[in-house]
């Protein structure tokens, strides 16, 4: 097969492969629009961004999705950092480790938090406090696969035990190392990670359905289950933030390389 054929099987599979994820979407769109009969109008979105609920939706899943990932860089920057530099035989058990949420359905991950806590001597379902906490521990295990492999991937960009040495032999201790050496050089990598994370929390479903929170999630599906064009609009606005997500992670990357080792 001759190179020019080459390019033009490749670019007919990205053609279907455009069509084929943009088309639906497409279609979304369109019918979000069609609310109001015979005209092309944007009454959906008025109608689902004047309702107090969507606010109140959104903003508890952006609280909650900001506390996730301030969480999951707390736990998995030290671990991580760690077994690189004290004990690498542990990267395979942490890669099984941390695919288990793929495995694992969420629902049943909720019903053993509703059955484990629900219950004395912890009953945290009893209070909404008590429920939110269980919500951010079960956001936190469901986006660790992502959290966990973009700092994975940062510190293989990075000579790790080199600028450890490099920052002990100044007189830094291991706080300064972890925060003021290793960090900057990963922010790219943290920044990727937290983006992804937010976009799963503001969108996950099923753990704000069944422990009984006003998420996002929640709230699309109610909405979907008694009215036909804000749904669509909703969808639109939820792959709208996820591209956003995207396109932030893009912008941020770029000039990657020339700032990796020097944390600027």
């Given at each position: 097969?001759?190179?020019?054929?080459?390019?033009?099987?490749?670019?007919?599979?990205?053609?279907?492969?455009?069509?084929?994820?943009?088309?639906?979407?497409?279609?979304?769109?369109?019918?979000?629009?069609?609310?109001?009969?015979?005209?092309?109008?944007?009454?959906?979105?008025?109608?689902?961004?004047?309702?107090?609920?969507?606010?109140?939706?959104?903003?508890?899943?952006?609280?909650?999705?900001?506390i996730t990932v301030t969480i999951s860089v707390l736990l998995l920057l030290p671990t991580v950092y760690w077994i690189y530099i004290k004990?690498?035989?542990?990267?395979?058990?942490?890669d099984i480790i941390t695919i288990l949420p793929f495995v694992v359905p969420v629902i049943v991950l909720v019903f053993g938090l509703i059955?484990?806590?629900?219950?004395?001597?912890?009953?945290?379902?009893?209070?909404?406090?008590?429920?939110?906490?269980?919500?951010?521990?079960?956001?936190?295990?469901?986006?660790?696969?992502?959290?966990?492999?973009?700092?994975?991937?940062?510190?293989?960009?990075?000579?790790?035990?080199?600028?450890?040495?490099?920052?002990?032999?100044?007189?830094?201790?291991?706080?300064?190392?972890?925060?003021?050496?290793?960090?900057?050089?990963?922010?790219?990598?943290?920044?990727?990670?937290?983006?992804?994370?937010?976009?799963?929390?503001?969108?996950?479903?099923?753990?704000?359905d069944f422990l009984v929170r006003p998420a996002l999630g929640s709230y699309m599906a109610g909405v979907g289950r008694s009215k036909a064009?804000?749904?669509?609009?909703?969808?639109?606005?939820?792959?709208?933030?996820?591209?956003?997500?995207?396109?932030?992670?893009?912008?941020?990357?770029?000039?990657?390389?020339?700032?990796?080792?020097?944390?600027?």
């Amino acid at each position: 097969m001759t190179k020019q054929k080459k390019n033009s099987w490749a670019i007919f599979w990205a053609v279907l492969a455009m069509l084929y994820f943009f088309l639906p979407m497409l279609g979304t769109f369109i019918f979000s629009l069609r609310m109001k009969r015979g005209v092309l109008s944007l009454m959906a979105y008025q109608s689902v961004l004047a309702d107090s609920h969507f606010l109140e939706s959104f903003r508890y899943s952006a609280t909650m999705g900001i506390i996730t990932v301030t969480i999951s860089v707390l736990l998995l920057l030290p671990t991580v950092y760690w077994i690189y530099i004290k004990a690498p035989w542990m990267r395979a058990a942490m890669d099984i480790i941390t695919i288990l949420p793929f495995v694992v359905p969420v629902i049943v991950l909720v019903f053993g938090l509703i059955r484990t806590f629900g219950r004395p001597p912890f009953q945290l379902t009893l209070t909404a406090f008590g429920t939110d906490i269980l919500m951010i521990a079960g956001y936190v295990i469901i986006t660790m696969p992502y959290m966990y492999r973009a700092i994975d991937v940062g510190m293989r960009s990075v000579d790790v035990r080199t600028l450890t040495e490099a920052a002990q032999s100044l007189g830094s201790n291991w706080l300064q190392i972890l925060t003021q050496v290793i960090l900057p050089n990963l922010r790219i990598a943290v920044l990727s990670g937290a983006l992804i994370c937010f976009a799963t929390v503001m969108g996950e479903l099923i753990l704000g359905d069944f422990l009984v929170r006003p998420a996002l999630g929640s709230y699309m599906a109610g909405v979907g289950r008694s009215k036909a064009y804000e749904p669509a609009a909703l969808a639109i606005i939820s792959y709208g933030l996820t591209w956003l997500c995207l396109g932030l992670i893009q912008y941020f990357s770029r000039g990657r390389e020339g700032g990796q080792l020097t944390g600027r």
